[in-house]
């Protein structure tokens, strides 16, 4: 006899500790906890809950289901100074293998009060780059689903480069064309993604154990909308094992939030600062710059940067994140007079800027990005075009997506990736002149120039579409909701024949068949199920395999 259908979804979310994947999973926590039945648990740190805990503030208070399950954070048992609990937080790139450490002792401390968790959650959707999730989701009996943050032209192209590793036997700086994709794009090697383009903080084992643990998961959330990519969805789908749901951009979960205290160290009166000199500017006529959260630029390039965005003659945002090397750059600043040239049309913000607020200023008509995909699918939900200078990991084929494919953007030419720590060496690799020619054609009053901007704010309504209700990425997220309640009442279910007091639980489950670990006479034993999926959410078990 089957009992009572499951109605109700709790959603264990567990987002990795770096912003660029934290604060689109408070985004998703948002939108799911905006569903009927509903609720959601984001399993994270002290530190990150009281960061990114202020922008759910006023949605809880208006009845969202969202709260935090804050694990303590084994920074100095590690070798981290206390309160380094996110990447971006790292004093040193030394120190990434014991940040990595750190974040993986929170396993035991998530299976040890899993049990006391009221309702018991019915899934887990975490970060892929968190290894541990899947032994955790079976251990607690619990489906997995993974959050890849990345788009799917990089989960495409990541997939035909390792199929054909047509990469292996090349040069690094000469072009090639990427095999297997909807569109001709061609990349050099130096150009490539962590995997191919390992460096001494690479950890390539682990990056073997990311595909692993995606292959064991009920299937793949990715922060996309079809329509941006569609020929790359389709075919992204096609390939995949598990099922893919886009349910993008998720930055437009909800648009009033101004993202300022998605850190929690700009203040709105800041904001207010930022928006009054936005207002004062022409329509479509300022540059906005940042690289994202974790990116380490040198001296030098941001020097280069400057110089540029001083030449181009269009008001600026440039934002300059607090690093090891901030320091040069201040002096640089202050010794060659920069902010006194530009002080009439540049704004200069230290370390951290409301990115979404500041986007979504009709004064803001170019962004000039690293092309992390958060600030990408960011400047293509507001519309605005971009000059791109991507630095390391997925960042140039997000370039190449929004390039030559989109054709929204224009390149600042940055030949590869400068590896982690190794950027000295590197030297100065992209010079004034091209950033400013990039700005210029970015800016362009003319033809090419509009053709650009029309396209870019046509994606920028899609995009919009996309997440509200009828739309593309709206359905999806039903459809995610659906099949995880049917999977809650798989869960459910007693299996036929037995008479045992423990309910069996799903641990995995692939196309039609379950495979379900229950215990028997106090022996774990695990047993394939055929089952059939029935209308009213249910799957209903045919017989045993
Ligand atoms: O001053 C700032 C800087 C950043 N942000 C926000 O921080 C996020 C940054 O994310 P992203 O643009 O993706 O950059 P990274 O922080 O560099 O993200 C890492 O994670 C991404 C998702 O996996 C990858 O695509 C990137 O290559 C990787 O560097 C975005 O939501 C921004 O709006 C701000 O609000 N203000």
Redesign the pocket.
């Known amino acids: 006899m089957a009992s009572e259908p499951v109605n109700q979804l709790h959603i264990l979310l567990i987002p990795y500790l ?4 934290t ?2 999973m408070i985004h998703m926590a948002k939108l799911f906890a905006q569903r009927p039945n509903v609720i959601v648990t984001i399993v994270t740190t002290p530190l990150n809950a009281i960061r990114y805990g202020s922008t759910l503030q006023q949605h809880i208070k208006s009845g969202l289901s969202v709260r935090f399950l804050e694990l303590p954070f084994p920074a100095t048992e590690n070798g981290l100074p206390e309160g380094c609990e996110s990447l ?1 937080a790292l004093p040193g790139l030394h120190l990434v293998t014991n940040f990595t450490a750190a974040v993986d002792m929170l396993q035991q401390r998530l299976e040890q009060c899993f049990d006391s968790l009221n309702p018991r959650p019915s899934c887990m959707l975490s970060d892929k780059y968190l290894l541990w999730t899947g032994d955790t989701a079976a251990k607690c009996k619990i489906p997995l689903v993974i959050f890849d ?2 788009s799917c032209f990089k989960q495409l192209c990541t997939h035909h480069l390792y199929v054909s590793k047509v990469f292996n036997d090349l040069p690094k700086s000469e072009p090639f064309v990427l095999p297997g994709l909807p569109d001709r794009i061609e990349i050099t090697r130096a150009q490539l993604p962590t995997e191919f383009n390992p460096s001494r903080f690479t950890m390539p084992e682990r990056l073997e154990r990311v595909r692993e643990s995606e292959s064991r998961a009920y299937g793949m959330v990715i922060n996309s909308f079809e329509e941006l990519e569609q020929d790359y969805v389709n075919e992204f789908k096609k390939l995949k094992r598990g099922k893919v749901w886009c349910i993008g951009p998720l ?1 437009l979960s909800k648009s009033n939030d101004s ?1 300022k205290s ?2 929690g160290n700009s203040t709105s009166s800041d904001d207010q600062l930022y928006l009054k000199w936005l207002d004062s500017k022409e329509p479509g006529s300022v540059v906005y710059a ?6 380490q630029i040198t001296p030098p390039q941001l020097i280069e940067l400057g110089l540029a965005l001083e030449a181009s003659k269009s008001p600026f945002i440039w ?1 300059i ?1 607090a690093g090891d090397k901030a320091q040069e750059v201040e002096k640089w600043l202050s010794e060659n007079g920069f902010e006194n040239r530009i002080k009439d049309r540049g704004l200069i ?1 230290r ?6 607020l500041i986007l979504s200023h009709p004064s803001v008509g170019g962004f000039l ?8 699918l ?1 400047g293509v939900s507001a519309g605005v075009p971009m000059i791109t200078w991507p630095q ?4 140039f084929l ?1 370039e190449k997506l929004v390039v030559h494919v989109l054709g929204i953007g224009v390149g600042v030419g940055a030949p590869g990736v400068v590896h982690w720590g190794e950027e000295d060496r590197l030297g100065v690799t992209v010079k004034s002149e091209q950033v400013k020619t990039a700005i210029e054609k970015v800016m362009d009053p003319g033809s090419e120039g509009n053709e650009r901007r029309k396209k870019a704010k046509a994606l920028g309504m899609v995009a919009k579409k996309a997440i509200e209700e009828g739309g593309s990425s709206h359905h999806n997220l039903t459809l995610l909701i659906q099949d995880l309640l049917e999977l809650a009442n798989v869960r459910s279910q007693k299996p036929l024949n037995s008479n045992d007091q423990k309910k069996p639980a799903v641990s995995c489950v692939l196309a039609e068949h379950i495979l379900i670990e229950t215990n028997y006479a106090g022996t774990q034993s695990k047993v394939a199920f055929k089952v059939k999926i029935c209308k009213q959410s249910h799957l209903k078990i045919l017989k045993w395999t």
């Open positions: 770096a912003p660029g994947h604060i689109p971006d943050g990345m930055s993202g998605l850190r940042c690289f994202g959260s974790i990116s934002v994140r913000i370390d951290w800027a409301p990115q979404l990005t690293h092309c992390g995909w958060n600030s990408v960011e390391f990991t997925d960042q997000n």
